[in-house]
Nanobody, 125 residues
Framework: VQLQASGGGLVQAGGSLRLSCAASGRTLSNYYMGWFRQAPGKEREFVAAINVGTSATYYADSVKGRFTVSADNAKSTVVLQMNSLEPEDTAVYYC???????????????????WGQGTQVTVSS
């Protein structure tokens, strides 16, 4: 699966951004799709994920109530809507995918087999 993330940019605190992750024409209903982020000098951390087949969603505590993950299976695209952005959200954001049959922890980097390139999100105070 090839993934292409887009939509990053510079925004003021309190603003919104919409990230998209396009898969290479695959039927996303057979995958978990995740979003992770990595700030300078820090480890890559889980942000959100969706089981596209069931529409079940999962969020890190730090983004609950502010971020929303959704999938458009027809367009093979997953979207991360980010509202009420904070300077602490500044990072490179990555989308990832793994097969729904895979066992493991959804919030773990090692759960995902496929990764897109990152897109930079910068939130100014």
């Amino acid at each position: 699966v090839q993934l292409q993330a887009s939509g990053g940019g510079l925004v003021q605190a309190g603003g919104s951004l919409r990230l998209s992750c396009a898969a290479s024409g695959r039927t996303l209903s057979n995958y978990y799709m995740g979003w992770f982020r990595q700030a300078p000098g820090k480890e890559r951390e889980f942000v959100a994920a969706i089981n596209v087949g069931t529409s079940a969603t999962y969020y890190a505590d730090s983004v609950k109530g502010r971020f929303t993950v959704s999938a458009d299976n027809a367009k093979s695209t997953v979207v991360l809507q980010m509202n009420s952005l904070e300077p602490e959200d500044t990072a490179v954001y990555y989308c990832a995918a793994t097969e729904r049959t895979r066992w493991g922890t959804i919030a773990s980097v090692t759960f995902y087999n496929y990764w897109g390139q990152g897109t930079q999100v910068t939130v100014s105070s």
